[in-house]
């Protein structure tokens, strides 16, 4: 794991600890984003870490009153950001919140702690650990935290057609809203979740992809992926919101999709989400590739071209090579055994028609 290069939506700032609460002012206006419902999301690091409705964000105007529209028509650079503790974060760094700490559960091995007493990654050398930011960055949770992050294919409904050059597979991506990178569906498991990893995997999916699906089709979805999935693996995530003392440990699980369910599948986002959009992209020997249709919503993006994944997503597409789950492809015989082959039905015949008494 010491090839990761986790932590760089910080750079040099030493603690960066959002989680606490703050504010910032001087911010540009590409910073800012503000739904249709009024909600704000404020890139605190530019295209990289977010923090979203779960911050409690406020756009304060120079004169210190709330974002307001009739007074907030030209943006100013005085505008400034403030955000709260989120309800569900660990209280700032102490000696009970270093008691309460070593009763959590490691999904990468034992806890290990730095001389200050703070959580450090388990599976990095403390030479790499000590070159990320401290503090907790945006996260929510000091040290370990859980996600989970879901591969969902299916047999591409254009292939085989000898007029295309699509895959044999495809799996579900999403565009994340915070730093538009393609990535696969999931998200934070919080702790003590009562749907678990399977349930939490199961929720985003349908939340970040699943809008278009009808009633029927989200009941046979749920019951599927109930029932047949396979854990890959649980991984230290090369995450850029990673700092030495929070970082993210995030299982990966595959579903693959029987042709009934999905080959009219469409997937698209519910409004809101912490993804833009959604799709299948073509997957073949552990990489995924551009599709018409991502292309059609991305031009820069030309068919046929590698996608390049958000944070270790990339090495879980590799993973996926070795799902049991995956259907087996036809082999298809080379020539040498085909010429073996009619050979062999050559030499069977004239037997049988000497037996007859016809040759």
């Avoid at 996600?147 to 895959?167: G, H, N």
């Avoid at 009562?194 to 089709?217: D, H, I, N, S, Y």
Wanted: aromatic content about 10%; glycine content about 6%.
């Amino acid at each position: 794991m010491a090839t990761l290069k986790i932590g760089t939506a910080y750079g040099q700032e030493p603690d960066v600890d959002c989680a606490s609460g703050g504010c910032d002012s001087n911010i540009h206006e590409s910073q800012v984003e503000v739904s249709k419902d009024g909600i704000v999301s404020y890139h605190k690091y530019p295209g990289r870490a977010i923090l979203d409705g779960g911050w409690n964000c406020r756009i304060l105007l120079p004169n210190g009153k709330p974002w307001d529209t009739d007074d907030a028509l030209i943006w100013s650079p005085q505008h400034s950001i403030t955000w709260e503790k989120p309800p569900q974060a660990d209280p700032e760094w102490s000696d009970e919140m270093e008691e309460m700490y070593r009763s959590r559960e490691s999904w990468l091995g034992p806890l290990l702690f730095w001389p200050n007493g703070k959580p450090r990654i388990p599976t990095l050398e403390p030479a790499h650990a000590e070159r990320l930011a401290t503090g907790r960055g945006v996260l929510w949770e000091w040290g370990e935290q859980h996600a989970v992050d879901s591969l969902i294919t299916r047999e591409s409904p254009y292939w085989p057609q000898k007029s295309t050059q699509r895959t044999q597979l495809q799996v579900a991506l999403v565009v994340r809203r915070d730093t538009g990178t393609f990535a696969c569906p999931g998200g934070m498991l919080p702790r003590h979740h009562p749907l678990g990893p399977v349930g939490q995997a199961k929720t985003e999916f349908l939340e970040e992809a699943g809008k278009r699906l009808t009633q029927m089709e989200r009941r046979a979805l749920k019951r599927h992926m109930e029932q047949q999935y396979s854990c890959l693996g649980t991984f230290l995530s090369d995450d850029p919101r990673s700092t030495g003392e929070a970082w993210i440990a995030t299982k990966v699980l595959h579903w693959h999709l029987p042709r009934t369910l999905s080959d009219d599948m469409e997937l698209e986002p519910m409004d809101d989400e912490d993804v833009i959009s959604a799709f299948w992209a073509d997957f073949e020997n552990g990489y995924v590739y551009c599709t018409p249709e991502i292309h059609q919503r991305y031009p820069h993006l030309r068919v046929g071209e590698q996608l390049p994944l958000f944070a270790s997503h990339n090495h879980f597409i590799r993973v996926l090579r070795n799902s049991t789950l995956l259907p087996v492809p036809p082999v298809m015989p080379n020539r040498e055994d085909s010429l073996s082959m009619l050979a062999l039905v050559f030499v069977l015949i004239s037997v049988m028609f000497l037996y007859l008494g016809w040759i």
